[in-house]
Nanobody, 119 residues
Framework: HVQLVESGGGSVQAGGSLRLSCAASGYTNSRYCMAWFRQAPGKEREVVARIDSGGRTTYADSVTGRFTISKDIAKNTLYLQMNSLKPEYTAMYFC??????????????WGQGTQVTVS
């Protein structure tokens, strides 16, 4: 079965950096749309960045220029490099995989999340 396991979260001061990882298993075709979402207390979950099956990336306006999403196909791992962090980025971060290859198919598979706290 599909499993997504995030790591790399933690506490950091404003202006610092973190790199999140999401190790995927249970499937061999790496050409799915993958994304990072975040959810802060009392707020709805929002998409932060996504990378489609062709490697094209999109970002939320609030993180453009600060975050970079990437994937290592050989390792079946998704990354989120986060630089110049702000306190408002504090949230639980989740990685997700699309139902089928297209991002528009929706995200059916989710990790357990990793907490990012910026002070």
């Amino acid at each position: 079965h599909v499993q997504l396991v995030e790591s790399g979260g933690g506490s950091v001061q404003a202006g610092g950096s973190l790199r999140l990882s999401c190790a995927a298993s249970g499937y061999t075709n790496s050409r799915y749309c993958m994304a990072w979402f975040r959810q802060a207390p009392g707020k709805e979950r929002e998409v932060v960045a996504r990378i489609d099956s062709g490697g094209r990336t999109t970002y939320a306006d609030s993180v453009t220029g600060r975050f970079t999403i990437s994937k290592d196909i050989a390792k079946n791992t998704l990354y989120l490099q986060m630089n110049s962090l702000k306190p408002e980025y504090t949230a639980m971060y989740f990685c997700a995989r699309s139902r089928i290859l297209l991002c528009s198919s929706g995200f059916d598979y989710w990790g357990q999340g990793t907490q990012v706290t910026v002070s």
